[in-house]
């Protein structure tokens, strides 16, 4: 593809102001202004929307982008969280056009309804770069790269150790769903059906927990009440699954032992349980995201060819490897 030169479209981002500036009338997104275009000389100024904060996944994907796109490194971040709402996104990133950022970066809350905002930031000749989540649209132009881990593969790699270690035992299997209509929860279940496909794994339920640790202990407390007969749970992430803990145990079972436990992550309050035996296996989705996006917001600005999909590494743990990896985790 050949590569396109971004240059400001000033009739574009004035279009868009006027929206904004109406909506700023009642308070604003809390995003910190840009450079208006770059005006700092070599400085990048990079608006970057975020889902919210979530989970501790979350916390330490923030903490990388914020920690790497610093003045040092020759960026000026203007960041906000959209705790969880879509709108708030939208919203965003409209601010950030009309502020002239140089990029604009978003993990999308959910997959679809984006196209008419990312078609007004192409229009203003601002490039976006997605992060952590992936988009639903037939126009791929809308995007210059979407960098994060293969949310399908995580969830064959969860079902492959399902199927490998219970297969044959008719187990009964319950599953926390991430937010419906993300990404990650999409293709995650997506990869687990898959790989225990034609064992003799049964699904018996499967409800969203919203990513969320109080989430995941409400709906595993009603799985509990539902089922007498749950022999292991996947939850979609380490949260919900620390939350199915909490109410597992306070129904008198004990987890890993009387309710297997498999979850996507491998942050450190996750990995504390792997290898405290209360969770049995955990597939990592690296959040260190920062330093991907620095490089291809530099690629973008420069006008450099840059790859439409990044795909990040993830490992793979049972007890005995959280427990070599925690000393040195650094999330």
Not at 281 to 287: D, F, G, Q, R, S
């Amino acid at each position: 593809m050949k590569r396109k030169t971004f240059l400001r479209s000033t009739a574009a981002v004035a279009s868009v102001a006027a929206v904004v500036a109406l909506s700023a009338c009642g308070g604003g997104d809390g995003t910190d202004a840009g450079d208006g275009g770059g005006g700092g000389g070599d400085t990048i100024s990079i608006g970057f929307s975020q889902v919210g904060a979530e989970s501790g996944w979350r916390a330490a994907n923030t903490k990388s982008i914020q920690d790497t796109l610093t003045e040092e490194n020759g960026f000026k971040l203007s960041f906000s969280d959209a705790q969880q709402k879509q709108e708030n996104q939208i919203q965003a990133i409209r601010s950030y056009i009309a502020q002239g950022q140089d990029v604009i970066a978003f993990s999308p809350v959910v997959e679809t309804g984006w196209d008419a905002v990312l078609q007004e930031a192409q229009a203003a000749g601002i490039p976006v770069i997605l992060t952590d989540r992936a988009v639903d649209t037939e126009d791929d132009s809308l995007y210059e790269s979407f960098i994060g881990s293969d949310f399908v593969l995580e969830g064959e790699r969860a079902g492959n150790w399902v199927a490998e270690n219970f297969d044959g035992e008719s187990m009964k299997l319950v599953e926390l769903q991430g937010t419906t209509g993300s990404a990650p929860a999409i293709d995650r279940k997506e990869g687990f059906a898959a790989a225990i496909d034609g064992t003799d794994i049964e699904l018996i339920d499967s409800q969203t927990g919203d990513f969320t640790r109080a989430g995941g202990k409400q709906v595993m407390e009603g799985f509990l009440n539902s089922h007498n007969d749950i022999d292991i749970v996947f939850a979609h992430n380490d949260d919900m699954g620390l939350g199915a803990i909490e109410a597992i145990e306070a129904a008198g079972l004990t987890p890993g032992e009387d309710v297997k436990i498999v979850t996507i992550d491998a942050v450190k309050d996750g990995m504390q349980a792997l290898a405290d035996g209360k969770i049995n296996y955990i597939v990592e989705c690296n959040p260190m995201l920062g330093e991907d996006l620095a490089e291809i917001a530099k690629k973008v600005v420069a006008g450099e060819e840059v790859e439409k999909r990044i795909v990040v590494e993830d490992a793979e743990f049972d007890q005995q490897q959280a427990a070599e990896a925690l000393p040195d985790r650094l999330y």
